[in-house]
């Protein structure tokens, strides 16, 4: 009988300890009012910082740590052979995949040298930013643009040759059309597109 009237004293407890601490943070947030809005801007540079991140963390601990244990290779043909992709392929699957989500968010690779076309500019915001990041490679090239209607807050940040693999890939590629890359030139620029409220 004891134990049957301290259980249920102590569900009554639990339920009203969850009741009490969910209606206490609903007053709370009330207090708070809306959380603070971010600059597009900042939350370019955080998605940036991420995908940079995981563009690094691929190359040197996945890729280069198996080609130089002989492994596995990347290659760019590496759908129908049993290799891994290059980190350029692997950026740009990613931000396929993230397309597919339709939330608005995007990115993208792109160049005025591509060694694949479909990564040329196909913008005036992009051609425009190309040529600015080649003049301020430091800092990401800005803007609001419209897409389909849709405002959207767009930056090009500069893609630099930081390693000697990227200059000898990239000079040496059949269809690259620029063969005179040098050690920490803007190959080209990620592009992110986030939407903003219309
Ligand atoms: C082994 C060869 C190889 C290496 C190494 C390489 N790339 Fe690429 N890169 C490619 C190929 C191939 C593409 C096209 C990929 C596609 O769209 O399928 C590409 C795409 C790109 C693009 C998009 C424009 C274009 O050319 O299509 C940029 C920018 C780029 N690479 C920069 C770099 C940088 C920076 C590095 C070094 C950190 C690097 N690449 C290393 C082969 C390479």
Not at 13 to 19: E, N
Not at 125 to 141: C, H, K, M, S, V
Request: with cysteine.
């Amino acid at each position: 009988m004891m134990g049957k009237g301290f259980l249920s004293g102590l569900i009554v407890g639990i339920v009203g300890a969850v009741l009490f601490s969910q209606w206490g943070s609903a007053v709370a947030s009330k207090e708070t009012g809306a959380a603070p809005c971010l600059p597009a801007d900042k939350v370019a540079e955080y998605v940036h910082s991420v995908i940079q991140a995981d563009r690094e963390f691929y190359t040197t601990d996945i890729v280069e740590r198996m080609q130089l244990r002989g492994i596995v290779f990347a290659s760019e043909h590496w759908r129908e052979t049993a290799r891994l992709p290059l980190p350029a392929q692997f950026l740009l699957e990613s931000g396929r995949l993230v397309s597919q989500q339709r939330n608005g968010i995007r990115f993208r690779l792109i160049s005025d040298w591509a060694i694949n076309k479909t990564n040329r500019p196909a913008t005036e915001f992009e051609r425009a930013g190309l040529t600015e990041i080649l003049l301020n490679p430091d800092r990401p090239y800005t803007g609001v643009t419209t897409e389909g209607g849709q405002p959207v807050f767009q930056a090009l940040y500069p893609d630099k040759a930081v390693s000697q693999t990227c200059i000898g890939c990239h000079n040496a590629h059949p269809n690259s059309p620029k063969k005179d890359f040098k050690s920490h030139d803007v190959m080209g620029g990620i592009l992110l597109t986030i939407p903003l409220p219309r």
